[in-house]
């Protein structure tokens, strides 16, 4: 009988030790899992990132979700802001290193001395004209132009890009005295005056477009096709002078990173709708029209800079800025170093080949 418990005893004790055993092994292997992630994410470079909610900046989205950022070694955050002007100050005060603003929020940042650096693209065109009914009511479509404004109230987001494109057309027409433009600090306060009646007429930008289409209003046109600013740019990756300096291989990469992104969005159309409703608090449908049907395309990675050009010239013009040397906050040397290298790399893939060619054109 002895014998019999001295055996139960020490089998018992061989089944604990084993199981204790196994969850030994259990929590190494859990704890060598977290030290190599601990391990990995210590080898990454974190760059803080400022957004719009918009579908102009799917780059940083795309190459956030398909892991386009960790290959290229870094560590996104992306930061929300609503519009540009805190967002420029936030990078200025150190809060975010990096972010895409408003081509024409930039040129006037820049002419007020602003130590900034344009150093690759973000969203193309992507705004449209919408308007009540009223307007084109009776008109055949063919007949539809951006005449129609002529003596109406429009409401435009600050000095954004849409606005300077269809004022600066406007007044081209000799019609921009006879037109009242009314600015608001963002997208949403432009869509709620529309909807609220106070303007005649709104410039939208990506969702903001697709939303008040898709409430009856009327896009009278998209901006990309007003004559003189065809495909015209708008966001552009910017970030301050001494920091671009001081970290040139880490922008490379992050700009390596856009690039394949922007593959990602030509090649791969319905996982990039998935990827940017993470971002952008649209229904998927419209985010699929406003992000692939309204435009060229809506994002490029490319500096982009003869059409910088235009809305220097623009503002200029308009009396938004007086005349400076705007040369210095443009750089497309970082963006032609990782584009030649991802061109070397994939010596077949179309994409990239095509961005090469686009920016020998466009710079």
């Given amino acids: 009988m002895k014998f019999k418990n001295t055996l139960k005893v020490i089998s018992l004790a061989l089944l604990l030790s084993a199981v204790q055993g196994c969850g030994d092994d259990k929590k190494t292997d859990e704890h060598a899992a977290h030290q190599e992630h601990q391990n990995h994410s210590s080898e990454l470079t974190t760059v803080r990132i400022g957004y719009l909610p918009s579908p102009g900046h799917l780059l940083y989205f795309l190459a956030k979700e398909e892991g386009?950022?960790?290959?290229?070694?870094?560590n996104a955050?992306?930061?929300l802001f609503n519009e540009n002007n805190s967002e420029l100050a936030a990078m200025e005060s150190g809060k975010i290193d990096v972010g895409a603003y408003g081509s024409s929020e930039l040129v006037s940042?820049?002419?007020e001395g602003h130590k900034i650096s344009l150093f690759a693209g973000a969203m193309k065109t992507g705004h449209g004209i919408i308007v009540k009914d009223r307007i084109v009511k009776g008109i055949p479509k063919e007949e539809w132009s951006i005449k129609l404004l002529a003596g109406k109230k429009i409401g435009v987001e600050g000095i954004g890009?849409?606005?300077?494109?269809?004022?600066?057309?406007?007044?081209?027409?000799?019609?921009?005295?006879d037109t009242e433009?009314?600015?608001?600090?963002?997208?949403?306060?432009?869509y709620a005056s529309l909807k609220n009646d106070e303007i005649d007429a709104a410039v939208l930008y990506a969702p903001y477009r697709i939303l008040a289409e898709n409430e009856g209003y009327t896009i009278l046109a998209n901006s990309g096709d007003v004559e003189g600013f065809d495909?015209?740019?708008?966001?552009?990756?910017?970030?301050?002078?001494?920091?671009l300096k001081a970290e040139p291989e880490t922008y490379k990469h992050f700009i390596r990173a856009l690039i394949k992104a922007y593959k990602f969005y030509k090649t791969n159309e319905s996982q990039s709708i998935k990827d940017i409703a993470k971002y952008v608090d649209v229904d998927e449908d419209l985010l699929l029209a406003d992000t692939y049907k309204y435009d060229n395309e809506i994002a490029n990675p490319d500096p982009d800079l003869k059409r910088m050009d235009v809305f220097y010239d623009s503002l200029v013009?308009?009396?938004?800025?007086?005349?400076f040397d705007i040369k210095p906050n443009y750089t497309a040397a970082l963006y032609e170093q990782a584009l030649n290298e991802l061109v070397k790399e994939n010596e077949n893939d179309a994409v990239y080949k095509?961005?090469?060619q686009y920016h020998q054109r466009s710079n």
Avoid: P
């Fill in 68 to 74: 386009f950022f960790e290959e290229e070694g870094i």
């Fill in 77 to 79: 955050e992306l930061v």
């Fill in 109 to 111: 940042y820049m002419s």
């Fill in 161 to 177: 890009s849409g606005h300077i494109v269809i004022r600066e057309a406007l007044k081209k027409l000799g019609l921009d005295k």
């Fill in 181 to 190: 433009f009314v600015m608001f600090n963002d997208g949403s306060d432009v």
């Fill in 231 to 243: 495909n015209h740019v708008c966001c552009r990756q910017a970030i301050l002078t001494d920091k």
């Fill in 317 to 323: 013009d308009l009396g938004f800025v007086k005349e």
């Fill in 354 to 356: 095509e961005l090469y």
